[in-house]
DNA sequence: TAACATAAAACAATCGATTGCACAAAGTTA
DNA sequence: TAACTTTGTGCAATCGATTGTTTTATGTTA
């Protein structure tokens, strides 16, 4: 059984093709009767429009491309939830790819989005990216681009971010609040902006109270939960612990209670803990893990409405940062003080 | 700057658009000479081949749908990480969409999907849809649509389904076998086929080994982590105790944990504790929960390879039924004896 | 070398929707 | 009533790739 096309409804109502269709996208100099009659007819023969053949012919695809490292970490997820949440209002489909965080992978995928013709691509930058030949190729052909989260100042595009200097900050003020005064810190030795932020936010939290930095307090891994754990461990070699560890991702502070707990070191009386991301397992943890919230399904609608902006401006775009507030989310595993 | 076309790979070696596309396509009537030539051109002018062209010439989108409920469960993630990795090997992308468990959304989506003239559908069923006009509909128009996980019978398609009868058998044994014998067990009201055979092997399970069932130990509900602690809460107002609970999800499990920490019952000491699913929390948790494995990348593999056979067979494909085995992944929380 | 076979490439239609332009009918104005 | 405007449709080209059907070269055979 063939589809309905618009031709089907013009042979059927004795008039043209180019009559149906503008009778469907209302256009004005089309009778309203017509238009009535076409609707009607459209309605019966169940017609649905080819987007294949208006996409060809006013070269839009009504999908976007969306890039993220991995989808099934709940923050990728939610974030990409609130991008189509605004997507789908409009007509538009997302396409969600995978990084894995491996660049060959990433690039792959961008060009195969080229390929693929999307009207515009929305990335979070995976964390082995350190050359952007792949995004600009993008913005070369013209196709809208919008980072969030992990981005870079290397490419001139449109990017949303949290403030994570203001996160880490916050996260910092507080567990000195709470008493602690050798707090250390997991990062990554990634040149992803999230955690050198986060970093200058740790830095800058100490120096505000006059805590000495203390290089050895600093590890750097790929902040995954083995990672977390290695580095908790090398942080117990040392003569004079730590008090407190904050680490820039909640999977390392993960690895890091795992690793206290054997220890038989009590989580928050020796060292108190804290995280980064509120992922949804840090509220299961025992203690319930201190952390920082991304808002990230709003972050998902700004970065879609930012996006949408872009891609209807007809000229030449200015890119935009906007940057969104987290909030410190407090749990029992930092809370020294009851 | 325009993207090149054939038409310009033509005009530059002075033939025509027909041969270009046949040497792009190593079609036998043209000559080796001509189709090195027109390789090296496509080249040097960067060309693409235009999806959107040959999809609405071929009637191909090289575009397949896959609904989830949602995407931010590990679970489903994961599954669709095997389904791209077998998809993207022959080029074709997938749009991921999630129903979140909303029947009305769920049709919507159906429906753009057809709209977007995907050449196929992958789904795993929303727990509040019992009534399958929606995906008939894709059927009726020739859409082949291959189901995962939450599948139901009542719809003539191929399905790919762990064997959850037997995991949930396997759960049961292993509690038994350390000393339960009083075991409850979460599950939904939902017409969903995961929950009942879940169920099934649970009274199965009690069956093969002369254990009494029990109606007041099976507690029905949502399985989130809410529903998870009032169930718990509503089995610890029994006289009679249950020694274990096997929740047919992991977070209805964590609700439990919860709920028998604030009470202060030991786990497994006084009461066992068993989920299903293995999402990455469950390994997290204090004490480690025991719980089931899907195998979901490889889950996504198998439903991907299903899915293409299917849509590579011309004639009319019989539905195929393909049951993996899970595997039951015993962790502190159920080890009664060491 | 005429007749025919084969290889290589051109021609033209097609997929379905869109749109600039042409054109006829109806309405308006002087 | 001639001249012009407005309104409603039709015509035909277009988007880029594909493919059945010629057509044109080239090669082979008698």
Chains 1, 2 share one sequence.
Do not use: W
């Not at 019966?44 to 989808?71: D, F, H």
């Not at 038989?264 to 025992?286: H, M, Q, R, V, Y």
Request: charged share 25%.
């Amino acid at each position: 059984m063939q589809k309905a096309t618009i031709h089907h409804i013009a042979e059927k109502l004795k008039i043209t093709a180019s009559t149906v269709s503008r009778a469907l996208n209302d256009h004005p100099r089309i009778s309203d009767a017509t238009k009535k009659l076409v609707q009607k007819t459209a309605q019966e023969l169940n017609y649905q429009p080819n987007n294949i053949a208006s996409a060809l012919r006013n070269g839009k695809s009504y999908l976007i491309g969306v890039i993220v490292p991995t989808a099934d970490r709940s923050f990728f997820a939610s974030v990409v939830r609130g991008i189509e949440e605004i997507a789908n209002n409009i007509k538009y489909k997302v396409i969600i790819c995978q990084s894995y965080d491996i660049f060959e992978k990433e690039v792959l995928t961008v060009d195969a989005l080229l390929a693929a013709r999307v009207d515009g691509i929305i990335a979070s930058i995976g964390k082995n990216t350190d050359t952007f030949a792949h995004f600009n190729r993008a913005i070369m052909e013209g196709i809208p681009l919008v980072l969030f989260d992990r981005t870079t100042d290397q490419l001139e595009v449109s990017q949303v971010v949290i403030d994570d200097h203001l996160g880490a900050y916050q996260v910092v003020e507080h567990l000195i609040q709470q008493g602690c005064r050798r707090i250390a810190h997991f990062t990554s030795p990634k040149k992803v902006s999230v955690f050198k932020e986060r970093y200058r936010g740790y830095v800058d939290a100490l120096h505000a109270y006059n805590i000495p930095f203390d290089e050895e307090l600093v590890v750097a891994s790929n902040l995954q939960l083995e990672d977390g754990r290695r580095s908790m461990e090398q942080l117990l070699t040392l003569k004079n612990r730590p008090d407190a560890v904050f680490s820039s991702s909640d999977y390392g502070a993960m690895g890091a209670m795992q690793v206290l707990k054997e220890h038989k070191i009590a989580i928050p009386g020796d060292i108190a803990l804290a995280g980064f991301s509120n992922e949804p397992f840090t509220s299961f943890t025992d203690p319930p893990l201190t952390t920082v919230d991304q808002f990230s399904i709003y972050m998902g609608n700004i970065t879609a409405e930012l996006f949408f902006e872009q891609l209807k401006a007809t000229k030449n775009f200015k890119p935009q940062k906007t940057v969104l507030k987290p909030a410190l989310i407090v749990r029992e595993s930092s809370m020294k003080r009851k």
